[in-house]
């Protein structure tokens, strides 16, 4: 039994994980094309990815070729807005769960390709003013799925991801109502991010 248990310990890794994000909201053209067909005066109207940063922990079960990834990270969120050529931020920072199921493929010593997806859970926890809380629009709670490819030596990790939000972000009266009613898209986030992780 100590046996066991010494082997299963050496299969978990522990560490640090941070990088880039450049992150959207998806929807939100669909939304002011709606306004401006119903006759609102919106003007030159635009939406850009977002920098942004994430930062935290992560572990490493490894199962034979396949592994597990659960991380809990600080992650900036949001969109750039561009109204007749002036840009604004919204904000979106989030305390996120992904937890990853991957499979890995030695291609030299120590040297191994990655490739791993699943789901994430996400909490608001600051952002733009009236983002979350009694009088914000987006609701705290978002989840989806999560996609990173990328390259593991040793104990060095570098990713390529990507979030796909499922859930509509939007918490305010008779949206679902309008939203059913002009034919418009969820609003949900979308988020690309490079990733350095070190394991110890």
């Known amino acids: 039994m100590v046996t066991i248990g010494f082997v299963n310990a050496q299969n978990i890794k522990f560490g640090l994980k941070g990088g880039l994000n450049t992150s959207s909201v998806s929807g939100f053209g669909d939304l002011v094309g709606a306004l401006e067909g119903m006759g609102a005066e919106v003007g030159d109207f635009s939406t850009s990815y977002k920098p942004g940063f994430h930062l935290g922990v992560v572990a490493q079960i ?10 809990l990270l600080f992650s900036q969120m949001g969109v750039t807005g561009k109204l007749e050529g002036e840009s604004e931020n919204l904000n979106l920072n989030y305390l996120q769960l992904p937890i ?15 490739l791993g997806a699943g789901p994430y ?3 608001g926890i600051s952002g733009s003013e009236e983002t979350f809380g009694d009088d914000g629009m987006f609701k705290r709670i978002d989840a989806g799925l999560s996609f990173m490819g990328g ?9 390529l991801g990507y979030d796909l939000g499922l859930i509509d972000m939007v918490d305010a009266p008779g949206w679902n109502t309008a939203k059913d009613i002009l034919g418009l898209s969820s609003i949900t986030n979308r988020n690309i991010k490079v990733s350095f992780a070190y394991f110890f």
């Open 151 to 159: 390259i593991q030596f040793n104990n060095i990790q570098i990713t």
């Open 121 to 123: 859970l996400g909490y």
């Open 100 to 114: 990853y199921v991957g499979y890995k493929k030695s291609v030299g010593v120590g040297l191994d390709l990655l």
């Open 62 to 71: 490894e199962l034979g070729s396949l592994f597990l990834q659960p991380e």
